[in-house]
């Protein structure tokens, strides 16, 4: 069972290495840091990992987005293939500038999970 991120997430957050893979190319990159959060409609994919294989970026189509302090901001699209515990995801993905990214509801609702709160694990089933 994956462990919760208790140094980076105070009260402790499920987390998940992911990979990532850009359809274009050969490139891609594993141990990509998400956090699972079933209170975002979205996944979201780190802007740094996206740079770093290459993805294309698709400025003229602008999502915005709507945190949960209120705050409005401005994601852009790429395609790629993420693969989170063995199950690979192909499609349009948002780019967040941020070192983490977030497995969003798209991609959770798609998946049978169990969030061990007090043992700070998860499961997949």
């Known amino acids: 069972m994956p462990r919760y991120d208790a140094l980076q ?22 141990s990509v840091l998400m956090l699972i959060d079933s209170g975002a409609d979205v996944t979201l994919v780190p802007l740094a990992a996206a ?3 290459g993805l294309s970026i698709d400025t003229e189509q602008g ?3 709507s ?6 901001s401005i994601a852009f699209p790429v395609a790629l293939e993420l693969t989170f515990s063995g199950r690979t995801f192909r499609g349009q993905f948002l780019v967040l500038d941020h070192s983490m990214g977030i497995i969003g509801r798209n991609l959770l609702n798609l998946l049978r999970i169990t969030l061990d709160g ?4 998860w499961t997949l089933a």
């Open 9 to 30: 997430f105070n009260p402790p957050a499920p987390v998940a290495q992911v990979q990532l893979r850009n359809p274009q190319q050969p490139s891609r990159l594993t």
């Open 51 to 53: 740079t770093e294989i």
């Open 63 to 65: 999502y915005e987005l």
């Open 67 to 72: 945190g949960f302090d209120g705050q409005q």
């Open 118 to 121: 007090p043992q700070l694990a």
